[in-house]
């Protein structure tokens, strides 16, 4: 299978489907290790890779993808990202996510079969095999031996393991990054780097309000709120009524804990701007 074909294995908001699937080849016969469906048991599983973009790219043109992640290119992403089949994807809740991967010796001759981790930051949307990764060209690359990453590029689709694991951001917070688009009425916001599962379940918001303790100012109201998952890690707050911050934020990872990010975003707040907490999970 040639990189012409396979490019279109991968979408991002706002991009185009093919028309029609590309040819692939199947999925080889499935083996005792990769029989389990869970994906976050610890175990090596079996996979395919395959890789789009630029050889040494992030993936999509715009270093962007279906989770709503921004300059993927850059740190603490460096490119490493991957797009994941529905599995590995789950609509969305598997944004973040952080696996590492290793492609099989046995399959190709430029395999090294170190294990390298990547974060899923894009959906398949044409899945070659019970789970696959479509990768940028640098993390497929960076599973070949020293200086054969162009020619593990070459091979355009191989055999690979992969099991999950915890994702870590040393030196960063949880960040929220309010969307293009977000008015007192409509507030999207974009949730990043949070370690551990790498993932989020669910968003809840509280408002602030005049303190009536009349001491100026403005207080939270204690009432948390659920905000709806938008797409990929954007989650969003649509009301009749203007939202009034500063604004918290409590969020929850797919094992269940929870951080609260007490007014991160101010009153003052602007679209297209990031705000950094000070929670970070352990």
Not at 10 to 27: V, Y
Request: with cysteine; glycine share 12%; proline share 9%.
């Amino acid at each position: 299978a040639s990189h012409g074909v396979l490019l279109l294995l991968c979408r991002h908001r706002g991009g185009s489907a093919p028309l029609h699937p590309p040819a692939i080849p199947p999925p080889p016969a499935a083996n005792s290790s990769s029989n389990s469906t869970n994906v976050d048991a610890g175990g090596w599983l079996d996979a395919r890779a395959t890789w789009y973009g630029a050889p040494k790219g992030a993936g999509p043109d715009d270093n962007g993808g279906a989770c709503g992640f921004k300059n993927v290119n850059l740190p603490p992403f460096s490119a490493m990202t991957s797009c994941g089949n529905e599995p590995l994807f789950k609509d969305g809740k598997g944004c973040g996510s952080c696996y590492q991967i290793r492609c099989v010796s046995a399959g190709h001759p430029a395999c090294s079969g170190v294990p390298e981790t990547v974060i899923i930051t894009d959906m398949n949307y044409y899945p070659v095999s019970r789970f696959h990764f479509d990768l940028s060209g640098t993390a497929f690359g960076a599973m070949a031996k020293d200086g054969r990453n162009d020619e593990l590029r070459h091979a355009g689709i191989i055999d690979m393991q992969f099991r999950r694991v915890p994702c870590q951001y040393p030196g960063l917070t949880v960040t929220f990054h309010v969307q293009h688009g977000s008015n007192p009425y409509y507030l999207a916001i974009l949730v990043e780097y949070e370690n551990g599962d790498g993932d989020v379940d669910q968003v809840d918001i509280m408002q602030s309000r005049p303190d009536v303790a009349g001491e100026g100012g403005m207080a939270p109201t204690g009432e948390w709120v659920p905000m709806t998952e938008s797409w990929g890690s954007i989650w969003r707050m649509d009301t009749r009524r203007p939202m009034q911050g500063p604004f918290s934020l409590r969020i929850t990872n797919e094992s269940g804990k929870t951080l609260v990010a007490d007014q991160v975003i101010p009153a003052d707040w602007e679209p297209n701007e990031i705000y950094s907490s000070i929670i970070q999970f352990d």
